[in-house]
T-cell receptor, first 116, second 115 residues
Framework: ELKVEQNPLFLSMQEGKNYTIYCNYS?????LYWYRQDPGKSLESLFV?????AVKQEGRLMASLDTKARLSTLHITAAVHDLSATYFC????????????????FGQGTILTVHP | DTGVSQDPRHKITKRGQNVTFRCDPI?????LYWYRQTLGQGPEFLTYFQNEAQLEKSRLLSDRFSAERPKGSFSTLEIQRTEQGDSAMYLC?????????????FGPGTRLTVL
């Protein structure tokens, strides 16, 4: 069964610092998602990574995917308080025919707190 | 508002009662998903529909859980004879269903509390 593990689970950062969240998964997948969740709210899509070596950036967040290592990273540059949230990675398992199955398996989430 | 909507947002019920939640997906999306999220965990897949067909339901937690999408638009998730362990956030998501644009967009969720 597919397992998705995030590291660290809790991250306390100072504003202005850089850090990386890691997402490891246990089986072959070419599609990985990053979501953000604010307390009491639903999930907001951040990135979709579709192939090995994919890199996407939005503001202070950059996500990458290494399918050979079964690893994705979410890098935070010069953190600001507004980035405080829980971040989830999720992996999608394809059907053999190449069509997305759509069943996402999520990691446990990384709770990020950015302090002044 | 063109996002995914869910109703109700909160539901408090007594153990043993039946509850039903509704999800309205983004209008042009043909795929609809249900997830459950307990405190401190990531969402857990329950079931999904492509149009009105339920293509995966093995993850529904027990035979007390059932889901429908009768006309391929909105969906309902019913839990019969609720138990305290059913207390969670129930999330609905929808997607267009094409290979290149398969991002799932989540609704605000229904928070269920079973007393």
């Amino acid at each position: 069964e597919l397992k998705v593990e995030q590291n660290p689970l809790f991250l306390s950062m100072q504003e202005g610092k850089n850090y990386t969240i890691y997402c490891n998964y246990s089986t072959t997948s070419d599609r990985l998602y990053w979501y953000r969740q604010d307390p009491g709210k639903s999930l907001e899509s951040l990135f979709v990574l579709l192939s090995n070596g994919a890199v996407k950036q939005e503001g202070r967040l950059m996500a990458s995917l290494d399918t050979k290592a079964r690893l994705s990273t979410l890098h935070i540059t010069a953190a600001v308080h507004d980035l405080s949230a829980t971040y989830f990675c999720a992996v999608d398992i394809f059907w053999a025919g190449g069509t997305s199955y759509g069943k996402l398996t999520f990691g446990q989430g990384t709770i990020l707190t950015v302090h002044p | 508002d063109t996002g995914v909507s869910q109703d109700p947002r909160h539901k408090i019920t007594k153990r043993g009662q039946n509850v039903t939640f509704r999800c309205d997906p983004i209008s042009e999306h043909n795929r609809l998903y249900w997830y459950r999220q307990t405190l401190g965990q990531g969402p857990e897949f329950l079931t999904y529909f492509q149009n009105e067909a339920q293509l995966e339901k093995s993850r529904l937690l027990s035979d007390r859980f059932s889901a429908e999408r009768p006309k391929g638009s909105f969906s309902t998730l019913e839990i019969q004879r609720t138990e305290q362990g059913d207390s969670a956030m129930y999330l609905c998501a929808s997607s267009f269903g094409q290979l290149s644009t398969d991002t799932q967009y989540f609704g605000p969720g229904t928070r269920l509390t079973v007393l």
